[in-house]
């Protein structure tokens, strides 16, 4: 079997010092496709999505975290970046003062070597047609980073940011949420733009309309900081017409398992 | 606290000397042993003293040091002649060590003055009789360091700008320096009414070897509706105290817009006030200041209400690190009979380190009670979710320092208007974060 993929193995982790979030997540994510992990609120899902970005904030107290075979667990954030992770924020922050254009050549450089600059017209080629793959203004290019973004404007960032940085393995982190239907497409289309052999992806999502858009090769239900089943894309329809408790009872657990902090 | 002295070098001896050799009018000289008279009667500032709470005084030591009387040679530094000719300056002048050593002028407008204040002297001392020491003199409460300026400053620039007159292109001096000591300079300005005119004074050398301190006063008069974009940016070699007081009279309409900048020097201390005399006058104070490696900057402003209807806005911001220092004291003063007075003051410190310390005091002292006045400020470490959100996109440690530092200091460089200025302060501010490829174009 290829090692080719996006791996979580038994992760058991924290908020630094804090309590204990997830408690022995699996998952595999093989390059090439694209996996989708819902779950109830609270379940743990961003939670999992930041500690694989490697968030200072979070604590691993076991398991692994893997990337085409290699631990990525002493890696710092930008090291697994640039390994080939990217992660779209659930909540994206504003940076003051800096552009969208000048953050994204920053990111771009980061990749390669002194030296060998990513060129002023290869790097606007390359932002225009991620503005256009996002049907999007070229303006915005000029805007610094999230300041005084609406909330659809954030999660559009973050896929264009995807499209200029060509991961090799992304997680959404509800991408969709909040957005309208067109904006919605506009969105999934940007994530199938960027789909292909050489890159896995994890789209993390409540709602079964994403996936009209973006069909996933296998569906994750995420509670209590466990992954408690996957199947194939039949399954988020199930999930979106039953809801979660069927599948929390099949494995006995209770559902304020997964409430409890966040209430 | 260690007490501060001036070692017994600053005589009155040394004042007479100096008098006889720059042959000044005798009401200069004058004017002159006023001020030392107030200097030997002020005490040196202790930490007791409302406006220097927290200043590391010794920094600001002055004893034994020798009154700089000329500079070693006249020559002007490559880098500084690059800067010159990188300006949009209408006019320059190089000023070191007491001695006007270059000047490029284009003056277009007619009545419009522009030279060192030696020169001033000479060709308008009427007018320069007028003004200096109008706005800093020895009857006012004149403080320690300002009187000894005063007393013993030896040149500066003169800035006149006729009535209706607005000159176009900035003006602008390099006060720079090549060996330590005791220095002081003085720059006037005038600007008359509904003239509008551009001057920056710029602070820098080559590092010296040896401790300069050097005393700066900056007496600005704006006339009924005059317009002033005035700059003092301090980048001193690491060798160099500086103590500067930038003063302001506004008349009626008259509008100011000041920025303050601190990156170089061991220490430095900016005191800025500003005195709304004219209904409907305004002042915008931006200060910006990057401290690293132990630097210690201070700052002190006044926003002076002193009559109705007027408007000052005031933003401070500075980043810390290498366990640097700053404190930032300010006091918005609303006389009575002030009404209508919009006033706003805001400090605002980045920590990039645990070591590095920041004080901010904000004071308001108002007596008329038809105001909108708000003072705050912020200290406080980079946040912390910025940091890893830049990383996450694969940004080194840093590069997302530098990206978060411009960030910050962003709220101030928005509002500058001079492009070439805030150009200079970017890439000074970028050379002090070791971002690669920027301190070779300095
Ligand atoms: N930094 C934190 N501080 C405190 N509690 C936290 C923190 N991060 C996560 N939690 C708690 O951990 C649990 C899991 O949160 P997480 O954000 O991972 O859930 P989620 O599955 O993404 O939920 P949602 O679907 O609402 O986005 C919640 O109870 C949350 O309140
Ligand atoms: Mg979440």
Known sequence: MSDNRLEI???????????????????????????????????????????????????????????????????????????????????????????????????????????????????????????????????????????????????????????????????????????????????????????????????????????????????????????????PKELAMDLDAKGYDWIREKHGITASGDAVAHA | MATLTDGAVLTAEALEALIARLGEPDWLAAERRAAWRTY??????????????????????????????????????????????????????????????????????????????????????????????SVVNAGDGLRKYAALNAALWTNGTFVYVPKDVEVELPLGAFHTADRGGLAGGRTLIVVERNAKVTYLDEFTCEPLGERLVNTGVTEIVLGDGAKLRYVSLQNWSRDVVQLNTIRAHLARDARLESLTVSLGGDAARAEVEVSLQGPGSESEMLGLYFADEGQHYNQYTVQHHASHHAHSDLLFKG???????????????????????????????????????????????????????????????????????????????????????????????SRVTLPKVAQYVERVVQAKLGVPGVKEKL
């Open chain 2, 40 to 133: 030997q009667a002020t005490p040196f500032p202790t930490g007791r003293d409302e406006r220097w709470r927290y200043t590391q005084l010794n920094r600001f030591a002055i004893d034994g040091l020798e009154l700089v009387d000329a500079p070693r040679d006249t020559g002007v530094s490559d880098r500084i002649a690059m800067r010159i000719t990188d300006s949009d300056a209408e006019g320059t002048l190089v000023l070191k060590g007491g001695e006007l050593v270059r000047e490029d002028r284009r003056l277009k407008q007619a009545g419009v003055i522009f030279t060192d204040l030696r020169t001033a002297l000479r060709d308008h001392e009427d007018l320069v009789r007028k003004h200096l020491y």
């Open chain 1, 9 to 231: 193995r038994n992760l058991h982790a924290r908020i630094a010092g804090g309590e204990t979030i997830l408690k022995g997540v699996d998952l595999i994510v093989p390059s090439g496709e694209v996996h989708a992990l819902m779950g109830p609120n609270g379940s743990g899902k961003s939670t999992l999505a930041k500690l694989m970005a490697g968030d200072p904030s979070y604590e691993v107290l076991d398991g692994d975290i893997l990337i085409d075979g290699e631990s990525v667990l002493e890696l710092e954030p930008d090291e697994r970046a640039r390994a080939g992770l990217y992660l779209a924020f659930q909540y994206p922050v504003e940076v003051p003062g800096v552009s969208i254009a000048n953050f994204l050549r920053l990111a771009l450089n980061a990749r390669r070597e002194e030296g060998d600059e990513v060129g002023v017209m290869e790097f606007y080629a390359k932002l225009q047609r991620a503005v256009k793959a996002l049907d999007w203004d070229e303006s915005i290019i000029e805007r610094n980073l999230h300041e005084g973004f609406s909330g659809g404007e954030k999660k559009r960032s973050e896929v264009l940011q995807l499209l200029v940085l060509e991961p090799r393995y992304a997680i959404l982190d509800e991408s969709d949420s909040g957005l309208d239907v067109d904006a919605l497409k506009v969105v999934a289309n940007g994530v199938n733009a960027a789909r292909g052999p050489n890159f896995g992806a994890l789209v993390i999502t409540h709602y079964q309309r994403l996936l009209n858009y973006i069909v996933p090769d296998m569906v994750h239900v995420m509670s209590s900081g466990r992954v408690i089943e996957s199947g």
């Open chain 2, 319 to 413: 980043a810390l690190r290498d366990a640097s220092s700053a404190v930032y004291s300010g006091v918005i003063v609303v006389d009575p009979g002030a009404q209508k007075t919009d006033a706003y003051q805001t400090n605002r410190n980045l920590l990039l380190d645990g070591e590095s310390e920041a004080v901010s005091i904000p004071q308001l002292e108002i007596k008329a009670n038809d105001v909108k006045c708000s003072h705050g400020s912020t200290t406080g470490p980079v946040p912390e979710d910025q940091r890893f959100y830049l990383m996450s996109r694969g940004l080194r440690p840093e590069v997302a320092e530098h990206v978060l530092v411009t960030g910050f200091l962003y709220e101030v460089m």
